[in-house]
């Protein structure tokens, strides 16, 4: 029975995601149960293509990477995958007809982290766009249940999320980025030479460009609001955290936000948002 397989395909995205992002785990939990699984679709793809050029040392990541990205056009265009994730996956790209050119521009971004590079402030952003602004619009589309009209007036505010989201992330990983596979994400900085004012300007960088992500939130659907404003204070506590720690701390440890202080903070989110008070 086709269902029986579409629902298995489903459960093994919600486990990637519980497995590796325990913290976007419980943002999805606060979705509407009617796009939790496109979510998690969209996010066991995601992973996975991160994963092969993060992880597979011992293989060859550009062969993995091109059998990947074939059987993700594939699964789409014959609309089923025997590869549970990109089955999952292909059932919210056709479900809310999402613009495969998002896709194209995600996966170019996995391409650029096959090898090392230095970048500069275009290179930067084109990464950024296809490793974080376009995942962002893919959600996007599923929240505004393939609306046309509300995925262009909201695209804007979807995109700034998703690149806070992303620099903040290359402060947070910086030293398995930068010790462990040798990337350096910021244009013109000398990571064993951070300076005070280049990681202040970041930091203010990523402030600016919450502060115009949440006018978007406010405007989501209720079916989306909450579990997308979770992940923004999850985020903007990470920043908080960030502020506090010289830039050898960052290389020095990941930071993190303790189990006990995301469950406070996702339950003064959840008073927030009942009490209409986003």
Known sequence: MRTLF????????????????????????????????????????????????????????????????????????????????????????????????????FLHSMKMDLNPMEYTRESYEEYILGSAEVVGLMCLKVFVYGDESEYQRLKPYAMKLGSA??????????????????????????????SLEDKTRI????????????????????????????SYVYYTELLRKIKQKTAQNLLESRIRVRNNAKIVLFAKSYLRNSMNLL
């Open 165 to 194: 989201f992303q620099k903040i992330n290359f402060l947070r990983d910086m030293k398995d980025d930068f010790q462990g596979l040798g990337r350096i994400y910021f244009p013109g900085i000398d990571m064993n030479g951070l």
């Open 6 to 105: 579409d629902s298995y395909a489903y459960t093994a995205s919600k486990h990637v995601t519980k497995s590796y992002s325990t913290s976007f785990y419980a943002g999805v939990r606060f979705l509407d149960s009617k796009i939790r699984d496109d979510i998690h679709g969209i996010y066991g793809f995601v992973r996975f293509a991160d994963e092969i050029v993060d992880t597979f040392h011992e293989h060859d990541k550009d062969v993995l990477l091109n059998e990947f990205i074939k059987d993700t056009y594939t699964a789409i265009e014959r609309k089923i995958s025997l590869n549970p994730i990109l089955h999952s996956f292909q059932m919210a790209v056709n479900k809310y007809e999402i613009d495969h050119a998002l896709i194209d521009q």
């Open 203 to 230: 930091e203010e960088e990523i402030q600016l460009e919450f502060d115009e992500a949440y006018i978007g939130i406010k405007q989501l659907p209720k079916s989306s609001r909450l579990g997308v404003y979770v």
